[in-house]
């Protein structure tokens, strides 16, 4: 598994999961703490693959359009930013679990400091 998150500002799947298990305590966990923590995982790691439905595409777009109405810059270079810092090629191929992650990028961004 690949991990598609900054991991200064987030945890991946796995290492939510070995944090999870660190943070029980035991040497040997009960299996049904086992089971609990491999269905989050699981879940963890489908958000992450799956892309973003029609919603989060539609936000997505509607803050990059904001984003560069609001700093009179073009939506394509806001666009290549967002795709070149989270290493898709479209949009449309980021993770569903990472939605709120790139709004957040969105909110924050400041173009001024990537062109100049």
Do not use: C
């Not at 290492?15 to 943070?23: F, H, P, R, S």
């Not at 898709?88 to 173009?111: R, T, W």
């Amino acid at each position: 598994m690949t991990d598609t998150f900054d991991s200064k500002t987030s945890l991946s799947p796995d290492e939510i999961y070995a944090q999870a298990l660190e943070q029980l305590g035991f040497d040997n966990p009960p299996p049904a703490v086992l089971r609990l923590l491999s269905q989050g995982l699981v879940a963890l790691r489908e958000a992450d693959a799956k892309p973003l439905n029609e919603r989060e595409l539609s936000s997505i777009s509607s803050m990059i359009a904001y984003v560069a109405h609001n700093q009179k810059v073009p939506e394509d270079l806001v666009t290549a930013v967002l795709r070149a810092s989270f290493e898709v090629d479209d949009i449309k191929n980021l993770p569903s679990g990472s939605f709120q992650k790139a709004i957040n990028f969105l909110v924050d961004l400041e173009m001024d400091r990537v062109i100049n």
